[in-house]
Nanobody
Framework: QAQLAQSGGGSVQAGGSLRLSCAPA????????TGWFRQVSGKGREAVAI????????YYGDAVKGRFTISHDPSMNTVYLQMNDLEPEDTAMYYC??????????????????WGPGTQVTVSF
C-alpha cells in the first residue's frame, strides 16, 4: 500500500512543462528527504530530485539539472517538482519517495522505505 499521495504528470510535447506533487512530505514536522525517482521498463530507479524538508537543500540527478526544480511548501506539507523543457528521454513512471533526513546518499533509491504509487510522464516529439 502506497504511503505517499502523488498528483500531476500526464502527456506533453517536447519542450513543454509539467508539475508533480507529493504528500505528506514529512511526519510530525521532522525533517525528511522527499522527492522523486523515475523508472522505465527494464531499468532500475533513477534519481530525479530530492529535497531536505528541514533545511531546503536540494539534490538533482545529472539528467535533469537546470530543467527541473524541486520545492517544499511546509504549510501544505507537500513537495513539488516543476519540470520544464521536457525531453522524450524524460518519459518514465515517476515515483515519490520519503526517507530519513540523515541518509548519507539521498540519491540512492534503496535508501527509501516510503513510496507513492507512481505517475506516468510521457513526452512526445
Amino acid at each position: 500500500q502506497a504511503q505517499l499521495a502523488q498528483s500531476g504528470g500526464g502527456s506533453v510535447q517536447a519542450g513543454g512543462s509539467l508539475r508533480l506533487s507529493c504528500a505528506p512530505a514529512s511526519l510530525l514536522r521532522d525533517p525528511y528527504y522527499t522527492g522523486w525517482f523515475r523508472q522505465v521498463s527494464g531499468k532500475g530507479r533513477e534519481a530525479v530530485a530530492i529535497i531536505n524538508t528541514g533545511d531546503g537543500t536540494a539534490y538533482y540527478g545529472d539528467a535533469v539539472k537546470g530543467r527541473f526544480t524541486i520545492s517544499h511548501d511546509p504549510s501544505m506539507n507537500t513537495v513539488y517538482l516543476q519540470m520544464n523543457d521536457l525531453e522524450p528521454e524524460d518519459t518514465a513512471m515517476y515515483y515519490c519517495a520519503r526517507g530519513w533526513a540523515g541518509l548519507a546518499q539521498p540519491l540512492r533509491a534503496d535508501n527509501y522505505k516510503a513510496w507513492g504509487p507512481g505517475t506516468q510522464v510521457t513526452v512526445s516529439f
